[in-house]
């Protein structure tokens, strides 16, 4: 249980920040009144006023209220929006950027000399308190800070301190894969359709199967070769399926789609 008084603001207010603070809520790691988002219009900041969060067209203000702060806009506006609180970043606050592909390195360049930085590449999943995240530290920030983020994270999403260089991987293999596994999801309930089932029942049951698959990988520990391997029988059902994955490359597919969102993570830190 975190302290549910303290201020954590969002500057920007999408899809992913709602996610994290949602998740957040969810978890009663901060009250839901202590929760600040900030946008240029209205049409994000909904879904915070919705959820009963503060919510703000001013930037400044989110750093003026809150001491931990989640970086949530766009990369390619960053550094603009960087440049406009420049001089409100203060020793007190921890910054926490979300955005794909901006290094620590350039992060700190933008900002205060000694700002506490953490660079993050959480998913989706944040919402419904099943997410990923992956962090790192930046030259100033401390052990404390690193342990505040997976405190805070601590009941939304697995938090794991990795190397830098771990932060676009994770990106191309959690942050884009629950969209991977949305679109197997549609495919397992299309199979059902197509045999006879009605889609909403098919539907449930296909993302009741990634759940439990997922738990059973988690809490057993198992390879999931293992895993799969308890499944199939001889002669039976599955095998006869997972001989039509492999003609289909399903695992070579994957991969490819692991590397491209990878290496385009990659290139918009370059850029």
């Keep these: 249980m975190m302290d549910m008084e303290a201020m954590v603001g969002f500057v920007g207010a999408g899809t992913m920040a709602f996610a994290i603070a949602s998740g957040l809520v969810k978890a009663d790691n901060v009250h839901r ?22 919510t703000t067209h001013c930037n400044e203000s989110v750093l003026r209220s809150c001491s931990v702060i989640f970086l949530t806009v766009k990369p390619n506006i960053l550094p603009t929006v960087l440049g406009e609180i420049y001089s409100l970043v203060t020793p007190e606050h921890l910054l926490i950027s979300v955005a794909a592909g901006i290094t620590v390195q350039t992060l700190e360049k933008l900002l ?13 999943a944040c919402q419904v308190q099943e997410g990923t995240m992956v962090f790192c530290r930046g030259s100033h920030a401390t052990e404390q800070d690193a342990s505040h983020l997976q405190r805070l ?12 260089a771990f932060i676009n991987i994770h990106s ?12 197997f999801a549609e495919a397992l309930a299309d199979g059902g359709v197509k045999m006879g089932m009605p889609y909403h029942l098919s539907l449930r049951l ?4 990634l759940v439990g698959a997922g738990k059973m990988m988690l809490e057993t520990g198992e390879h999931p070769a293992k895993l799969k391997g308890d ?21 070579s ?3 490819n789609a692991v590397e491209a969102a990878t290496n385009q993570a990659r290139n918009m830190g370059k850029s």
């Design 172 to 183: 191309g293999l959690s942050g884009s894969g629950v969209a991977y596994a949305y679109m």
């Design 112 to 124: 205060p000399a000694g700002t506490r930085v953490l660079r993050t590449m959480p998913n989706l």
């Design 206 to 209: 296909a993302g009741q199967t």
């Design 253 to 255: 597919t994957v991969m």
């Design 33 to 54: 009144g202590n929760v600040m988002g900030s946008a240029p219009s209205d049409k994000n900041l909904i879904q915070f006023k919705n959820a009963g969060m503060q």
């Design 231 to 251: 499944v199939c029988t001889p002669g039976g059902t599955t095998i006869h399926a997972i001989h039509e994955l492999e003609r289909g490359n399903l695992r």
């Design 153 to 164: 994270m601590s009941g939304c999403s697995l938090c794991e301190e990795t190397p830098e």
